[in-house]
């Protein structure tokens, strides 16, 4: 297609960029400027509105696209062969080419917002100037292609289960859980912290089998759980806690496309995040709650299981 061809011209552009870059510098953890919170939920949530309009057959594949591009990793800097590449440029250009035009300008625009205007010229600094530019030049010629087959009406909305069994369990959990909810701090600057003696190359095993599963994952059960986060991220109050009722509705969400994946895709993911977090973060978490709250929360979350379980 004519997206797959312009990313090859976009790979002749920009591979030597790609090179340059220290993909496993700790930096990118960072938020762009200064720290911000509730602006960033709202450029996320202006991804989550453009990953919930895009078609959900692309996303599989971009997901696809990057688990394979992880498999061809080589050198200190941590960048994939040279076909891969390109092949995830071409993946998600087919993705942004999916949703309309506005949705991506959204995007664009809302993380503008929570950018320092000195962070692009940064991120020139650390690699070849002149590749930078090539790279650049190269997108814009890539974008017109994009643009070119580009849908111009956003996609149906997901269809929502309703009565299931997961959804009736997702009401008990939500009761059981929504105050250790309340007592988390949702707006604090430790999450974006790096995890205490882990590389990037090992977390990127871990993400990897999020991608994996994510990829694996009933297409409109993802598209609802997107449109659930939009939904609850609309209702938070000035703490960033979503109301009981949107806090239900991302629940039974989200245990619907954990049940549409087998259970092993799961518990990959469970290990290899386990592999990466030290007990005292989970400690640390644990310190900063009711631990009543804590408690029923996560007798919640064992009972929710067994049902997610039992339909999977
Ligand atoms: C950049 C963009 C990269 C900066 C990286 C910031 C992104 C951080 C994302 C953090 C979000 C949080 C997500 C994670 C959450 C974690 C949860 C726990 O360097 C601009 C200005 C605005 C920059 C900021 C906006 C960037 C938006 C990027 C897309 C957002 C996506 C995604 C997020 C991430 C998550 C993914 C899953 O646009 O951009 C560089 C440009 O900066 C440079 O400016 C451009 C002008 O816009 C353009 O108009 C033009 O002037 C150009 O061109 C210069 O510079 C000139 C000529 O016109 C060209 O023809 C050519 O010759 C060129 O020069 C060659 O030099
Ligand atoms: Mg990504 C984008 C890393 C998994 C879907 N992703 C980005 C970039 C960053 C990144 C490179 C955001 C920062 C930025 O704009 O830099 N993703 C990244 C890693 C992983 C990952 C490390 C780990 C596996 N992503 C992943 C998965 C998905 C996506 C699983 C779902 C399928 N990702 C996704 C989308 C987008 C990203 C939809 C973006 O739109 C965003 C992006 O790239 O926006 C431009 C600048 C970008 C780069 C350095 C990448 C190359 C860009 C072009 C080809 C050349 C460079 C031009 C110029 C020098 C700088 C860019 C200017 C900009 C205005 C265009
Ligand atoms: C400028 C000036 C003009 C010239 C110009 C110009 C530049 C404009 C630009 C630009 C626009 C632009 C847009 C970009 C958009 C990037 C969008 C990224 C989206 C990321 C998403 C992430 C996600 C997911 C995902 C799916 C999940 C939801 C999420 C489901 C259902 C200024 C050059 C024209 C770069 C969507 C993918 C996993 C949130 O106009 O003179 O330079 O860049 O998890 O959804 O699972
Ligand atoms: C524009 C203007 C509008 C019209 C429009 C428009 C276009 C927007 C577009 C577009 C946005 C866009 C985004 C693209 C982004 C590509 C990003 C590629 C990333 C590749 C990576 C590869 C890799 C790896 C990996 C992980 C490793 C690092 C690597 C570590 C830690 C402008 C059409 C709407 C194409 C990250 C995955 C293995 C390098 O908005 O008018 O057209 O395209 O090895 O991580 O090692
Ligand atoms: C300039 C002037 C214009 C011309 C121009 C120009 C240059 C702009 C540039 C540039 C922008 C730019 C951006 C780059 C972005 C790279 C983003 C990389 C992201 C990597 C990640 C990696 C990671 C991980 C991971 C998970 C870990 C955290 C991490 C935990 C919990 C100035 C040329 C346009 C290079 C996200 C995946 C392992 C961080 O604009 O005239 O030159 O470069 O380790 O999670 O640990
Ligand atoms: C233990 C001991 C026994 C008792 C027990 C026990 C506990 C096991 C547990 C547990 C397992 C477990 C699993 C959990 C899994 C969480 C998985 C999260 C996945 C996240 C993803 C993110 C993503 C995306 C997304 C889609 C994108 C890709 C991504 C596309 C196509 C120890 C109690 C049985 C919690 C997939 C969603 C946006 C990466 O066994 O005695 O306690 O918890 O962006 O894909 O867009
Ligand atoms: C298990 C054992 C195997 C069998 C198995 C199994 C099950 C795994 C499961 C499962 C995993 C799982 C995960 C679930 C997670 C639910 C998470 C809910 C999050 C809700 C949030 C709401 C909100 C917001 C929001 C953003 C705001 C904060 C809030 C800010 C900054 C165990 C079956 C495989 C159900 C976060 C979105 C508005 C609070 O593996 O043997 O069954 O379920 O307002 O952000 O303000
Ligand atoms: C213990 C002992 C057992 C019993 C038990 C127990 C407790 C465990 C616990 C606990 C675990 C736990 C975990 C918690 C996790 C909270 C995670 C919140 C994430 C929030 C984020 C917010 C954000 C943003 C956002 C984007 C911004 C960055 C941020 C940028 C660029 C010990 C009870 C089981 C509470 C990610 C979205 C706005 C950070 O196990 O016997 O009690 O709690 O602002 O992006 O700025």
């Avoid at 959900?56 to 594949?61: A, D, I, S, T």
């Avoid at 017109?144 to 299931?164: K, L, M, R, W």
């Avoid at 003696?197 to 991608?211: N, S």
Wanted: proline residues 5%; charged residues 25%.
């Amino acid at each position: 297609d004519q997206i797959g061809d312009a990313a090859k011209k976009l790979g002749d552009a920009s591979y030597d960029f790609a090179k340059e870059v220290d993909w496993n510098n700790g930096v990118f953890l960072q938020a762009p400027g200064s720290f911000q919170p509730l602006k960033a939920l709202k450029a996320i949530d202006k991804m989550i509105e453009m990953g919930a309009a895009a078609d959900p057959e692309l996303l599989k594949k971009a997901a696809d696209a990057h688990h394979k591009a992880i498999g061809s990793i080589s050198g200190p800097n941590g960048v994939t062969s040279r076909a891969d590449w390109d092949a995830v440029n071409a993946a998600l250009g087919r993705v942004v080419a999916s949703v309309p035009k506005q949705k991506v300008m959204d995007v664009y625009d809302a993380v503008k917002d929570i950018t320092d205007p000195k962070v692009p010229a940064y991120m020139k600094s650390l690699v070849n100037g002149a590749d930078a530019e090539k790279a650049y030049q190269g997108f814009l010629e890539f974008k017109d292609v994009v643009a070119a087959n580009q849908v111009t009406t956003a996609s149906a909305a997901a269809t929502v289960p309703t009565g299931d069994k997961i959804g009736t369990a997702a009401k008990a959990l939500s009761d059981a859980s929504y105050p250790f909810i309340k007592d988390i701090d949702w707006l604090s600057d430790i999450y974006p912290k790096p995890l205490p003696g882990k590389t990037a190359p090992e977390t990127l095993k871990a993400i990897d089998k999020m991608i994996v599963m994510g990829s694996k994952m009933d297409g409109n059960l993802l598209k609802a759980a997107a449109e659930a986060h939009h939904k609850a991220i609309g209702s938070i109050d000035a703490t960033g806690v979503t109301s009981p009722e949107d806090y239900e509705a991302v629940n039974a969400a989200l245990g619907r496309i954990v049940a549409s994946v087998p259970k092993q895709t799961v518990m990959d993911v469970y290990n290899s995040m386990a592999k990466i977090v030290d007990p005292s973060v989970t400690n640390n978490m644990f310190s900063k709650v009711s631990p009543l709250d804590a408690s029923s929360a996560a007798k919640g979350f064992y009972t929710f299981k067994d049902v997610v379980e039992a339909v999977q």
